[in-house]
């Protein structure tokens, strides 16, 4: 079946650790996200990528890395530099990067600090 | 992109339609109505999305008013597993960030 998938479920840090999550589609999609949820709260955009070889950064990108050298993989790496990592990571990713195509989501990264 | 205004929880019985609203009144010409719901855990769910027409898919039914300030999304036949977080959003389709703004959305409550 057609999705996105997101690994690992769960993911800890320990203090001074990058740590990357994985986020692969094969939906075909051009653009592909990084949100990161806190808990109660809305989604944040860490960063986005509308096309191979090419990101932006989003609202929160401080302390974060993405790469995209494949159309189907987007993985992101939280550096030690993020203070506050503990959050729910969730990757998406839309058919073109224009027009009103819907983002489909994983379903989702839970990272902790140990 | 225009801002959102929806109940923070509703009820609805089992097999009942459901009816979310959405206040957008500020809504420009140029922007979608999407609706997405969360269960606990998961990722977001796409259900529909408008822009001026009422639209259907499996899921659900979306009735944008005609000045297209408001809008409903219809759940038929709800069941016990559409009990969420429904999120209404609002974007403009070309957006260059082509990101998602959730607001507070709507905790819907299915009860037998």
């Known amino acids: 079946d057609g999705g996105i998938t997101q690994s690992p479920k769960y993911l800890f840090r320990k203090e001074g650790q990058n740590v990357t999550l994985s986020c692969e589609q094969n939906?075909?999609?051009?653009?592909m996200y990084w949100y990161r949820q806190d808990p109660g709260q809305g989604l944040r955009l860490i960063y986005y990528?509308?096309?191979?070889?090419?990101?932006q950064k989003g609202d929160i990108a401080e302390g974060y890395s993405v790469s995209r050298e494949k159309k189907e993989s987007f993985p992101l790496t939280v550096t030690s530099a993020q203070k506050n990592p503990t959050a729910f990571y969730l990757c998406?990713?839309?058919?073109?990067?224009?027009?009103?195509?819907?983002?489909?989501f994983g379903d989702g990264t839970r990272l902790s600090i140990l | 992109d225009a801002k959102t205004t929806q109940p923070p929880s509703m009820d609805c019985a089992e097999g009942r339609a459901a009816n979310l609203p959405c206040n957008h009144s500020t809504i420009s010409g140029n922007e979608y109505v999407y609706w997405y719901r969360q269960i606990h855990s998961q990722g977001p769910q796409y259900i529909i999305h408008g822009l001026k027409n009422n639209e259907t898919n499996e899921m659900a039914s979306l009735i944008i008013t005609e000045d297209r300030k408001s809008s409903t999304l219809i759940l038929p036949h709800a069941t016990l597993r559409d009990t969420a977080v429904y999120y209404c959003?609002?974007?403009?389709?070309?957006?260059?960030?082509?990101?998602?703004?959730f607001g507070g959305g709507t905790r819907l409550m299915v009860k037998p």
């Open positions: 939906l075909n999609h051009d653009a």
């Open positions: 959003i609002v974007r403009v389709g070309s957006n260059a960030g082509n990101m998602l703004t």
């Open positions: 998406a990713s839309s058919a073109h990067r224009e027009g009103n195509q819907p983002q489909h």
């Open positions: 990528s509308q096309i191979v070889n090419d990101f």
